[in-house]
Structures are given as C-alpha cells and as structure tokens.
Nanobody, 123 residues
Framework: QVQLVESGGGLVQAGGSLRLSCAAS????????MGWFRQAPGKEREFVAA???????YYADSVKGRFTISRDNAKNTVYLQMNSLKPEDTAIYYC?????????????????WGQGTQVTVSS
C-alpha cells in the first residue's frame, strides 16, 4: 500500500522558516515527479512546487525565490524548504506523487496524496 506522510508543519512568525518532509512508502518514487500543494480555509487546493524525476523544479509565482523543493531518492523523501514565510502562506500543505516523471502544476497529474500538514504563519 502506497503511503505519503508529511511532517514538519507548525506555527511560525512571519519572516520565519519551516522545512516540510514527505516520506513515501510502499513503492519507489524515484522515477516519478513529486509535488507540494496547499489549501487554505475556504479556498481551492493550489500548486506550490514540483520536482521531476531528473531534478527539474517548478514553482508557483507566489513562492518563487522563497521556497525550495528537493528530493532524496535513497530515502524516498521529498522536501519543501520554506523561507521568508508570510501570513498568506498559512494552509494545509499536501505532498503528492506524480503519474509520470515530469513535474506539473495540475492536480490530476498526481495519483497519490498525503494527509497534509498544517502550516500557520502569524503576523
């Protein structure tokens, strides 16, 4: 059974940093894209960042320059380093495993999802 488990969320002041982790089990994702999405209360789930099988990265404009996605295939884990956090970054953050090896901002390109981790940024 495939599982994605996020960790590292929490409460942080504006301007602070957090590092999210997503540990995959049940199969290797080394050949698949991995992504991070987020959902704030009352809003739709939105794309944050993605990384392709070969390490190419993609970011939403709202986080470009502040967030960094990376992966460790030996650990079957993907990370999201979040710096210069803003109150508008407050959301539940979800990790996702892609259907293919190419990173994408589209939700339907991902077939496996974690349960999410809460990130709250206070002003």
């Amino acid at each position: 059974q495939v599982q994605l488990v996020e960790s590292g969320g929490g409460l942080v002041q504006a301007g602070g940093s957090l590092r999210l982790s997503c540990a995959a089990s049940g199969r290797s994702f080394s050949g698949n894209a991995m992504g991070w999405f987020r959902q704030a209360p009352g809003k739709e789930r939105e794309f944050v960042a993605a990384i392709s099988w070969n390490g190419n990265t993609y970011y939403a404009d709202s986080v470009k320059g502040r967030f960094t996605i990376s992966r460790d295939n030996a650990k079957n884990t993907v990370y999201l380093q979040m710096n210069s956090l803003k109150p508008e970054d407050t959301a539940i953050y979800y990790c996702a495993g892609g259907r293919t090896g190419v990173g994408s901002s589209r939700l339907y390109e991902y077939e496996h999802w974690g349960q999410g981790t809460q990130v709250t940024v206070s002003s």
